[in-house]
């Protein structure tokens, strides 16, 4: 089983900067995919951003430009540097790990899809507020 634990949310004013971090604990084994999930209060859990075993990423087009995530294997440790924060990316902030990959045949390639459903492993989640 694995265990995530968010941590760096806090209140920030429009514009500024915050990191997350998700620690990753216990059977990490297979674990090719990890994402970064946001639901704000009131509404739906959205995706935020993606990344796979190769440490390819992908990011939803709200916060494509903004965003980046990042893992470093050594610390077990998954990232989410987020700048030019805006009021609408306040939520609660969730990583996921999850093993299962898609594979194209065209490119051949495997991949990782923004589902929910695919991630097996969630953290607690980290409260980001953005407001003057």
């Known amino acids: 089983q694995v265990q995530l634990a968010e941590t760096g949310g806090g209140s920030v004013q429009p514009g500024g900067s915050l990191t997350l971090s998700c620690t990753i604990s216990g059977y990490t084994y297979a674990q090719y995919c990890m994402g970064w999930f946001r639901q704000a209060q009131g509404k739906e859990r959205e995706w935020v951003a993606l990344?796979?075993?190769?440490?390819?990423?992908n990011y939803a087009i709200s916060v494509k430009g903004r965003f980046a995530t990042s893992r470093d294997n050594a610390k077990n440790t998954l990232y989410l540097q987020m700048n030019s924060l805006k009021p609408e990316d306040t939520a609660m902030y969730y990583c996921a790990a999850g093993s299962k990959e898609y594979y194209s045949d065209d490119s051949g390639i495997y991949y990782c899809v923004a589902n929910p459903s695919d991630f097996s492993s969630w953290g607690q989640g980290t409260q980001v507020t953005v407001s003057s």
């Open positions: 990344l796979d075993r190769s440490s390819n990423t």
